[in-house]
């Protein structure tokens, strides 16, 4: 590293050859005067300097070249706290979901968990003079699963095919877990988070929603369609389905609500037909008569096929018949969905809601599908 010198290091002797002489007895004098001392002392000074400030020029340049050398660590990562793991069902939204199922306004699927269901079934229930305070202290129940819960017989493989579906010999449910949720209206998802240990084997005790204490109304006597168009008899019952809000109602003639449910209703390929039709009949565990000309998103080439009975079926356990050709209410294999996807314009409900209304109705039965 270069290091200045004094400036009497760096002065140069002007070069005049008329004055050589005389110059040089000059610069002669001034080295031979007073100012030798300083001269050297300067000059002693720098070299002294140079000497202690040229090692440490080398460490600094060492340093850094090391530095360069040396691998770069990667700053280290401080783990994130993972939040909490959020509760697999909330305690209140199930006794609230038990609460409206055994008033009968059916929330759907019980899952403990808030949704449109179970809040379009609470306004009903609030609007009927239903106390939404009122959950009940034992939601749950023990249930001890029988040898012939577990024997089935169970349909496990199911394809989406419909043809595929009428080679089976029924479509009955996929397993155990999937019988004893629908038994108990609960999702099989609720069902293994309340018994996270059970193997859900024969003898084995469970949890399960509890249900039990539900009070089936009272549907009407069996009777003419003459008694169903009477508007003063107490046993004349009217659905009303109203697809604005994905719901139905059974009301006596008094306007007294005997069911509420939750419903899909249609799409926009096969919107709900609106206006007044009736009952024709009511069949329980019925076939399905697969007609690829009636389905829009039917696979080319497909026939016409015969799916067999079951809860797995597409109708599910039981066909409510109307006047409207074609159209009907009816169960579902996938209770989950109802009130959330679309139908083929028929009015789809959960299997145990619509055993339920078809205990509340006979041939004649008004059935009103609004907007």
């Known amino acids: 590293m270069p290091h200045s010198l004094p400036l009497d290091c760096h002065r140069k002797t002007p070069m005049n050859t008329g004055h050589r002489k005389t110059l040089m007895n000059t610069e002669m004098r001034l080295v031979a005067g007073p100012s030798l001392k300083t001269f050297l002392y300067r000059c002693s000074s720098v070299f002294i300097c140079g000497l202690l400030i040229a090692p440490l020029s080398i460490g600094v340049r060492g340093a850094e070249a090391a530095q360069k050398r040396a691998p770069q660590r990667k700053p280290v990562k401080v783990a994130k ?17 038990v609460m409206l199922d055994r008033a009968g306004y059916s929330p759907g699927e019980i899952d403990g968990h808030r949704g449109t269901g179970t809040d379009r079934a609470l306004a009903a229930f609030q609007k009927n003079g239903g106390n939404s305070a009122s959950l009940p202290g034992d939601a749950l129940t023990k249930y001890r699963i029988t040898d012939q819960d577990a024997a089935g017989p169970f349909t496990p493989d199911i394809p989406e095919d419909m043809v595929e579906k009428s080679k089976l010999s029924s479509l009955g449910y996929s397993n155990v877990v999937e019988m004893l949720g629908e038994r108990f209206h609960a999702s099989p998802n609720l ?45 004349t019952t009217t659905v009303t389905v109203r697809k604005s809000t994905s719901d139905l109602t059974v009301t006596d003639a008094a306007g007294h609500v005997l069911m509420y449910a939750p419903v899909t209703t249609g799409s926009e390929h096969d919107p709900l037909p609106i206006g007044d039709w009736k009952v024709n009949g009511v069949q329980k565990d019925p076939t399905f008569h697969y007609n690829a000309d009636l389905f829009w998103d039917a696979e080319p080439g497909h026939s016409k096929a015969t799916v067999p009975a079951g809860p797995n079926n ?33 009015v789809r409900l959960t299997n145990w809601d619509a055993l339920k209304l078809a205990g509340l109705v006979r041939p004649g039965t008004k059935v009103v599908f609004a907007e």
């Open 81 to 97: 706290q993972a939040p909490a793991p959020k509760p697999a069902f909330d305690m209140q939204e199930l006794q609230t979901q």
């Open 191 to 235: 069902l293994k988070q309340l018994n996270p240990e059970a193997k859900f084997a024969a003898g084995e005790e469970i949890q399960v929603p509890n249900i039990a204490a539900s009070v089936a109304p009272v549907g009407p006597p069996r009777g003419t369609q003459a008694n169903q168009t009477d508007q003063s008899s107490p046993a």
């Open 314 to 346: 597409p109708v599910g356990v039981v066909w409510i018949d109307i006047s409207r050709p074609h159209y009907g209410l009816h169960g579902t294999p996938e209770p989950a969905t109802v009130g959330k996807t679309a139908s083929h314009g028929c």
